[in-house]
């Protein structure tokens, strides 16, 4: 059974640019979240996605920005990148059932220039 | 107030003591609560969930749940020094989980 996968492992991206960060749940699972960690922070929730549909947002700017494919995969992106959005992305595979643990990608490391 | 609470640590105990873990969260309807591990430049793995009040052990590991209290901790039994890593209290409200930011242990041989 394939794990959660995510791509980029690693970015490096300049100030101002934009970037999309992929993220394909584990077989089944319709819902995906997505946390950004810094250090220190922990995990800061951004969104969750459930076939398709954002049923939750974290205190982020409009800035981060998500979508889910019918597939279950999903993107996140982030526009008019800042120094400040430098951390690892990680995406979460949630199986169906709503009280179970999420299951983690590797991350993507976003560096900002 | 943070929805999940964690002493940040660091923490540092001698390898075979008993290191002890403690997590706070918000008053939320919360259904389930999570202990996960997480090593330098890797991403978290779960090592324990708990759903109801009492404890819960899974060999060297004993989750502690107190609802009244808003309380869940982590006993590590035996501390090893592959037990160093920062981990993190997660709890679920409703289709949320949030996280707290974290306990660094250190388990010096």
């Known amino acids: 059974k394939a794990g959660v996968t995510q791509t980029p492992r690693y970015l490096i991206k300049t100030r101002g640019q934009q970037v999309t960060l992929s993220c394909s749940p584990i077989?089944?699972?319709?819902?995906v979240s997505w946390y950004q960690q810094t250090p220190g922070q922990g995990l800061q929730f951004l969104f969750e996605y459930f076939s398709e549909t954002q049923r939750n947002k974290g205190n982020f700017p409009g800035r981060f920005s998500g979508r889910q494919f019918s597939n279950s995969r999903s993107e996140m992106n982030v526009s008019t990148l800042e120094l400040g959005d430098s951390a690892l992305y990680l995406c979460?595979?949630?199986?169906?059932?709503?009280?179970?643990?999420?299951?983690f990608g590797q991350g993507t490391r976003l560096t900002v220039v | 107030q943070k929805e999940v609470e964690q002493n940040s640590g660091p923490l540092s105990v001698p390898e075979g003591a008993i290191a002890s873990l403690n997590c706070t969260y918000s008053d939320r309807v919360s259904q389930s609560f999570f202990w996960y591990r997480q090593y330098s430049g890797k991403s978290p793995e779960l090592i324990m969930s708990?759903?109801?009040?009492g404890d819960k052990e899974d060999g060297r590991f004993t989750a502690q749940l107190n609802k009244a209290s808003q309380y869940v901790s982590l006993l590590i039994r035996d501390s090893q020094p592959s037990d160093s890593a920062t981990y993190l209290c997660a709890v679920r409200f409703g289709n949320d989980m949030r996280f707290g930011a974290g306990t660094r242990l250190t388990v010096k041989p």
């Open positions: 979460a595979s949630n199986p169906p059932g709503g009280s179970t643990e999420a299951f």
């Open positions: 708990i759903y109801s009040n």
């Open positions: 077989s089944g699972h319709r819902s």
